[in-house]
T-cell receptor
Framework: ETGVTQTPRHLVMGMTNKKSLKCEQH?????MYWYKQSAKKPLELMFVYSLEERVENNSVPSRFSPECPNSSHLFLHLHTLQPEDSALYLC?????????????FGPGTRLTVT | AQKITQTQPGMFVQEKEAVTLDCTYDTSDQSYGLFWYKQPSSGEMIFLIY??????QNATEGRYSLNFQKARKSANLVISASQLGDSAMYFCAMREGQGGSNYKLTFGKGTLLTVNP
């Protein structure tokens, strides 16, 4: 595997379910990010981890819970979601949170909440 | 006020022709960076090109070039010799400031480019 991978690619869940999104980066980066992309809205930054420490929680509801066990893996745990949470969830990584480093994105998980 | 403005929701171009995608930005920082990403229908965001605010020359990467006009606060993407595979959404993004908080990228709403054969 190369780059940034995300699983699953598609997820349909009910409002009472609990599920997790997984992201893995194979680039040796030490910063990882979760973004939400809703229809007709700009990408929204949700969480940032640098060296496995959360450095940003962008006013995200507590029904989204991130976990970063090491610099290569990032999870987004989901519970009691709302229909408006349906979106494309993108993971990204970069060499560091600072500087001009570009962020490399995964293919995303298309989430539908029913 | 929006920090990144992409005024073209959609653009059409003939194959092999050049196209310019517009991006204007708003910041009071002296140090910032501008990025362009491509998002095909598959969903993945692909990094294309970067321009730092202190870079004196316009960035180029293969068929992509960035027309950076600092005084006008514009960072337009120019794609030369368009190919059918260039059909995608294109996002302009900005990173502001220095130090520990400059990891944030602010994205525009995007431009959908369609390349016609």
């Amino acid at each position: 595997e190369t780059g940034v991978t995300q699983t699953p690619r598609h997820l349909v869940m009910g409002m009472t379910n609990k599920k997790s999104l997984k992201c893995e980066q194979h680039l040796g980066h030490n910063a990882m990010y979760w973004y939400k992309q809703s229809a007709k809205k700009p990408l929204e930054l949700m969480f940032v981890y640098s060296l496995e420490e959360r450095v940003e929680n962008n006013s995200v509801p507590s029904r989204f819970s991130p976990e970063c066990p090491n610099s290569s893996h990032l999870f987004l745990h989901l519970h009691t979601l709302q229909p408006e949470d349906s979106a494309l969830y993108l993971c990204a990584s970069s060499h560091g949170p600072q500087g001009s480093y570009e962020q490399y994105f995964g293919p995303g998980t298309r989430l539908t909440v029913t | 006020a929006q920090k990144i403005t992409q005024t073209q929701p959609g653009m059409f171009v003939q194959e092999k022709e050049a196209v310019t995608l517009d991006c204007t930005y708003d910041t009071s920082d002296q140090s910032y960076g501008l990025f362009w990403y491509k998002q095909p229908s598959s969903g993945e965001m692909i990094f294309l090109i970067y321009q730092g605010s202190y870079d004196e020359q316009n960035a180029t990467e293969g068929r992509y070039s960035l027309n950076f006009q600092k005084a006008r606060k514009s960072a337009n993407l120019v794609i030369s010799a368009s190919q059918l595979g260039d059909s995608a959404m294109y996002f302009c993004a900005m990173r502001e400031g220095q130090g520990g908080s400059n990891y944030k990228l602010t994205f525009g709403k995007g431009t959908l480019l369609t390349v016609n054969p």
